[in-house]
């Protein structure tokens, strides 16, 4: 891979402090926010509740893409099946009227969900910016423990707050297990 | 037997045991993991990796032989014209229903003991509906040209008839495939992510980080990835009940006695949740013996299933008995004909077998002892599986064979090909089961973490359900 020079100089990209429960990283976080970091991540093996709300950064725009799409979808699904049966292709078949409805309902309703579905998935991706390779805080020490055992916070080199000494500091004082320094 | 009196010691505790209390996000991470990434198979895995892929060889043949020779060489003829193919759809399809069952619907009323199945109960729905899939594909005669089925702008000026159920059937089952693979692909993600932290082969931790699309377990995403999860359980509930009404629609809209009826969606759902059920009794129990699971698929869980196929099995005898009464009460000649013909008519010892398989053998489940013991149970799942397949049997064949008129009536008999290519579906099924467990997390891991926060603090972070 080293076949062209690197231009990028690695850098101190943040700090990451590492916690044993849930409870320490949303104590830890709370502090944070309180002495005025605003650009914090926590990472987690699995989700805990009321930690994005300590962060700020609470976003419900999921379930308004997806009621969007699925409406779109079904009003689609109908609308392709009125325009095949009414205008394009009108077959009488036992002088039922063209615009039969009701039997139109199963695959309007399957478009809907269909659509809403994939905005579900592919949504939430895009709002999360993932597909994403890499990420400054992948280079950290022991961070695969944070898809295992490990509650991690991580406050990023780019906080206006921020300062290498003082941030290492705070970080020490919240009771973590580690503290480690984010070079990327 | 020494399994047994295992289980009978766990479940002798009292408190319902979801989850063994010795276990830490640490050790739920390296023991589910490392099924994947460190530990031999053992040798069960290869013998039925070895089944598997005997009956996957039978499929491929039978295939073959059908493109190169037609559907002539099924059993199906006039009036039988459905045969093996709509049978064994259904049968699957209905399968493949618990899945989403245990992994949707019990995820929105909060039942905690659909964590340590789930994964494997929408991997079952993913192989059971590519199964299902396959055999009307194979009826088509020509199946390559099964995109006819969709609406798309043609040369020949044609739109597909959108007041058919079969149509329907096409927009549905498309759409359930797509969506439980959606539901099972983001249920995965975080694993992904665990995995990939946790592999120590380059290669494995390429694949993993691939799959795992850069996921980190941010906070915000995590919002965000529960949020959409939960949508997606919620489409999918309504979705899986239109999927299998919309089945039974193939021949409720039609006017052949036995099937003209509108019991048929309630009770078309029922069965497939009850088949479904039995089928991932099938598939654990054998697994976590195997893979040393019976602290994390514990004897709870086994008895919670055993008791939804009861219910779900009662349901579905009370649709054979609607089904009698109404062959006798709307006085129509060829209702009652129908009704009294599969009851004594030539095909009446499968009708026995159905109503002793799904009628008579799960009334044992209202026995404890009977839920709780290893072996009761997978034979009852056998059993269970056995009376889905009879019931679609009983409900094709002889409904089509004898209708209105006795100078077209006939006998269906399946011939070989068609066993072969149902035994090689299960062969599929099989092989991509085993070849699942091996390869990606078969136990949701950053769920079952979740869930042991959860017993060990209480209900305190789930102001959901206080308000419940």
Same mark, same amino acid.
């Given at each position: 891979?080293?076949?062209?020079?690197?231009?990028?100089?690695?850098?101190?990209?943040?700090?990451?402090?590492?916690?044993?429960?849930?409870?320490?990283?949303?104590?830890?976080?709370? =502090?944070?926010?309180?002495?005025?970091?605003?650009?914090?991540?926590?990472?987690?093996?699995?989700?805990?509740?009321?930690?994005?709300?300590?962060?700020? $950064?609470?976003?419900?725009?999921?379930? =308004?893409?997806?009621?969007?799409?699925?409406?779109?979808?079904?009003?689609?699904?109908?609308?392709? $099946?009125?325009?095949?049966?009414?205008?394009?292709?009108?077959?009488?078949? /036992?002088?039922?009227?063209?615009?039969?409805?009701?039997?139109?309902?199963?695959?309007?309703?399957?478009? /809907?969900?269909?659509?809403?579905?994939?905005?579900?998935?592919?949504?939430?991706?895009?709002?999360?910016?993932?597909?994403?390779?890499?990420?400054?805080?992948?280079?950290?020490?022991? %961070?695969?423990?944070?898809?295992?055992?490990?509650?991690?916070?991580? %406050?990023?080199?780019?906080?206006?707050?921020?300062?290498?000494?003082?941030?290492?500091?705070?970080?020490?004082?919240?009771?973590?297990?580690?503290? $480690?320094?984010?070079?990327? | 037997?020494?399994?047994?009196?295992?289980?009978?010691?766990?479940?002798?505790?009292?408190?319902?045991?979801?989850?063994?209390?010795? #276990?830490?996000?640490?050790?739920?991470?390296?023991?589910?993991?490392?099924?994947?990434?460190?530990?031999?198979?053992?040798?069960?895995?290869?013998?039925?990796?070895?089944?598997?892929? @005997?009956?996957?060889?039978?499929?491929?043949?039978?295939?073959?032989?059908?493109?190169?020779?037609?559907?002539? @060489? *099924?059993?199906?003829?006039?009036?039988?014209?459905?045969?093996?193919?709509?049978?064994?759809?259904?049968?699957?399809?209905?399968?493949?229903?618990?899945?989403?069952?245990?992994?949707?619907?019990?995820?929105?009323?909060?039942?905690?003991?659909?964590?340590?199945? &789930?994964?494997?109960?929408?991997?079952?729905?993913?192989?059971?509906?590519?199964?299902?899939?396959?055999?009307?594909?194979?009826?088509?005669?020509?199946?390559?040209?099964?995109?006819?089925?969709?609406?798309?702008?043609?040369?020949?000026?044609?739109?597909? &008839?959108?007041?058919?159920?079969?149509?329907?059937?096409?927009?549905?089952?498309?759409?359930?495939?797509?969506?439980?693979?959606?539901?099972?692909?983001?249920? !995965?993600?975080?694993?992904?992510?665990?995995?990939?932290?946790?592999?120590?082969?380059?290669?494995?931790?390429?694949?993993?980080?691939?799959?795992? !699309?850069?996921?980190?377990?941010?906070?915000? #995403?995590?919002?965000?990835?529960?949020?959409?999860?939960?949508? !997606?359980?919620?489409?999918?509930?309504?979705?899986?009940?239109?999927?299998?009404?919309?089945?039974?629609?193939?021949?409720?809209?039609?006017?052949?006695?036995?099937?003209?009826?509108?019991?048929?969606?309630?009770?078309?759902?029922?069965?497939?949740?009850?088949?479904?059920?039995?089928?991932?009794?099938? @598939?654990?129990?054998?697994?976590?013996?195997?893979?040393?699971?019976?602290?994390?698929?514990?004897?709870?869980?086994?008895?919670?299933?055993?008791?939804?196929?009861?219910?779900?099995?009662?349901?579905?005898?009370?649709?054979?008995?609607? +089904?009698?009464?109404?062959?006798?009460?709307?006085?129509?000649?060829?209702?009652?004909?129908?009704?009294?013909?599969?009851?004594?008519?030539?095909?009446?010892?499968?009708?026995?077998?159905?109503?002793?398989? &799904?009628?008579?053998?799960?009334?044992?489940?209202? *026995?404890?002892?009977?839920?709780? &013991?290893?072996?009761?149970?997978?034979?009852?799942?056998?059993?269970?599986?056995?009376?889905?397949?009879? +019931?679609?049997?009983?409900?094709?064949?002889?409904?089509?064979?004898?209708?209105?008129?006795?100078?077209?009536?006939?006998?269906?008999?399946?011939?070989?090909?068609?066993?072969?290519?149902?035994?090689?579906?299960?062969?599929?099924? !099989?092989?991509?089961?085993?070849?699942?467990?091996?390869?990606?997390?078969?136990?949701?891991?950053?769920?079952?973490? #979740?869930?042991? #926060?959860?017993?060990?603090?209480?209900?305190?972070?789930?102001?959901?359900?206080?308000?419940?």
């Amino acid at each position: 891979m080293a076949h062209y020079p690197t231009v990028i100089e690695p850098k101190l990209r943040g700090f990451t402090a590492h916690y044993s429960t849930p409870e320490e990283l949303i104590e830890a976080a709370k =502090k944070a926010r309180e002495v005025g970091y605003s650009r914090l991540d926590a990472l987690t093996p699995y989700a805990v509740e009321g930690l994005v709300e300590v962060l700020g $950064q609470r976003d419900d725009r999921v379930p =308004k893409i997806v009621l969007t799409f699925g409406v779109l979808g079904a009003l689609g699904g109908f609308a392709l $099946q009125t325009y095949v049966s009414v205008f394009d292709y009108p077959m009488n078949i /036992g002088g039922r009227p063209n615009l039969s409805w009701p039997s139109f309902i199963p695959i309007t309703f399957e478009c /809907g969900v269909l659509a809403a579905a994939l905005s579900a998935l592919i949504g939430m991706l895009m709002l999360n910016g993932l597909p994403r390779p890499h990420h400054p805080v992948f280079d950290a020490p022991e %961070i695969e423990r944070a898809t295992d055992d490990r509650f991690v916070l991580f %406050i990023e080199s780019e906080d206006p707050q921020f300062n290498a000494g003082e941030t290492r500091e705070f970080l020490k004082g919240t009771g973590a297990l580690s503290v $480690q320094e984010v070079i990327s | 037997m020494s399994q047994v009196v295992h289980d009978q010691e766990v479940s002798d505790t009292g408190q319902e045991q979801l989850i063994s209390a010795e #276990h830490s996000n640490a050790s739920l991470t390296s023991k589910i993991g490392d099924i994947v990434l460190k530990q031999p198979s053992p040798k069960q895995w290869f013998v039925a990796l070895g089944f598997g892929l @005997i009956g996957l060889s039978g499929l491929l043949v039978s295939i073959a032989w059908l493109l190169y020779k037609g559907v002539g @060489i *099924w059993g199906v003829n006039i009036p039988v014209g459905w045969g093996f193919a709509i049978i064994n759809f259904v049968w699957w399809i209905g399968i493949g229903h618990a899945g989403t069952l245990i992994s949707a619907i019990l995820l929105l009323m909060r039942q905690r003991w659909r964590t340590s199945i &789930n994964r494997l109960a929408e991997t079952m729905t993913l192989f059971a509906v590519m199964c299902a899939g396959m055999f009307p594909l194979l009826h088509l005669g020509r199946p390559w040209i099964f995109y006819w089925l969709f609406p798309y702008p043609n040369a020949l000026g044609l739109w597909p &008839n959108f007041r058919s159920p079969l149509v329907w059937d096409v927009f549905a089952v498309s759409t359930y495939f797509t969506v439980s693979l959606v539901f099972w692909y983001v249920g !995965l993600i975080p694993d992904l992510a665990s995995l990939r932290d946790r592999a120590k082969k380059r290669i494995v931790q390429v694949a993993m980080g691939f799959l795992a !699309l850069g996921w980190r377990g941010s906070a915000s #995403h995590w919002y965000r990835y529960e949020s959409a999860y939960l949508l !997606l359980a919620g489409l999918s509930t309504p979705l899986v009940v239109s999927v299998h009404s919309i089945v039974s629609f193939d021949f409720a809209v039609s006017i052949i006695p036995g099937w003209h009826t509108t019991i048929f969606p309630p009770y078309f759902v029922a069965g497939a949740v009850y088949s479904g059920f039995a089928m991932v009794l099938t @598939i654990v129990i054998p697994l976590r013996s195997w893979y040393k699971l019976r602290d994390l698929i514990t004897i709870d869980h086994l008895d919670w299933m055993a008791r939804i196929t009861l219910v779900t099995g009662l349901i579905v005898f009370y649709g054979y008995l609607t +089904e009698i009464f109404y062959a006798w009460y709307s006085g129509n000649v060829f209702e009652s004909f129908m009704m009294a013909n599969r009851m004594a008519g030539p095909y009446s010892p499968l009708y026995w077998s159905l109503i002793f398989c &799904n009628g008579i053998a799960p009334q044992i489940l209202w *026995w404890r002892a009977a839920r709780r &013991n290893i072996i009761v149970l997978f034979a009852m799942s056998l059993i269970v599986n056995i009376g889905m397949w009879l +019931e679609r049997f009983i409900i094709v064949v002889t409904s089509l064979h004898a209708d209105f008129m006795p100078s077209s009536w006939d006998m269906y008999t399946p011939t070989f090909w068609d066993i072969l290519t149902y035994v090689g579906t299960i062969g599929f099924f !099989l092989t991509g089961m085993v070849l699942f467990v091996r390869l990606l997390p078969a136990i949701p891991i950053a769920e079952m973490k #979740h869930l042991l #926060h959860q017993k060990m603090h209480g209900h305190s972070h789930e102001p959901e359900e206080a308000k419940a």
